[in-house]
């Protein structure tokens, strides 16, 4: 089984400051998604990469396939990116995914 | 489309009551999910499937049972509840095929508290 590990587990950070939240797995993957879950509960994908990077926004999101390793980063934080982002692996096809426990993240204006 | 959905939202059971949490969706996905988030450790997968008239185990199937007779709704059955199942339930559906937007993004209800007694 695949086992996913986020760091940091907390994260606060002041109003503009540069965030990046990183993840890394076990066992070679198909695919690798990121998803925010907002203080109220709801949980949106963000991102979903095999290779590279993908920006959308403030929003980047890369990975390394070699080192079983992806970053995601944003720039000029804002309070409104306060949540908790989960890093989920896909082993193969479409097998289940594997969450890692999440990055809770506290944006201070 | 409304995307995916879930009734109740909350919920409070008794320890050996049964009920039905409901999960729709109607965006045609073949792959519907449940999972389980509990303080401190990831999403856990109950039951998945793949298409209507199949469903398999993830990793925590005990005590919950699914089915799919339409490729709309995938109900999670709490056959006697314990207090060891409290916790917030999401269900989650997505394309199995790529191509079909080229991504398996997946789209989360809105989560059920449930508290057992």
């Known amino acids: 089984k695949n086992e996913v590990e986020q760091s940091p587990q907390n994260l606060t950070a002041q109003e503009g400051e540069f965030i990046t939240i990183n993840c890394s797995y076990s066992?070679?993957?198909?695919?690798l998604h990121w998803l925010q879950q907002h203080p109220g509960g709801g949980i949106v994908s963000l991102f979903m990469?095999?290779?590279g990077k993908k920006k959308h926004g403030r929003l980047i999101a890369t990975i390394n396939i070699q080192e079983k390793h992806s970053s995601l980063h944003i720039t000029a934080s804002h309070p409104r990116d306060s949540a908790v982002y989960i890093c989920?692996?896909?082993?193969?096809?479409?097998?289940?995914?594997?969450f890692g426990k999440g990055t809770r993240l506290s944006v201070i204006a | 489309n409304a995307g995916v959905t879930q009734t109740p939202k909350f919920q409070v059971l008794k320890t050996g009551q049964s009920m039905t949490l409901q999960c729709a969706q109607d965006?045609?996905?073949?792959?519907m999910s449940w999972y389980r988030q509990d303080p401190g450790m990831g999403l856990r997968l109950i039951h998945y499937?793949?298409?209507?008239?199949?469903?398999d185990q993830g990793e925590v199937p005990n005590g919950y049972n699914v089915s799919r007779s339409t490729t709309e709704d995938f109900p999670l059955r709490l056959l006697s509840a314990a207090p060891s199942q409290t916790s917030v339930y999401f269900c989650?559906?997505?394309?199995?095929?790529?191509?079909?937007?080229?991504?398996?993004?997946?789209?989360f209800g809105p989560g059920t508290r449930l508290t057992v007694l």
């Open positions: 989650a559906s997505s394309y199995t095929t790529p191509g079909r937007h080229g991504i398996y993004t997946q789209y």
């Open positions: 066992v070679g993957i198909s695919a």
């Open positions: 990469l095999s290779s």
């Open positions: 989920a692996v896909r082993n193969s096809g479409n097998t289940p995914l594997v």
């Open positions: 965006m045609n996905h073949e792959y």
């Open positions: 499937s793949v298409g209507a008239g199949i469903t």
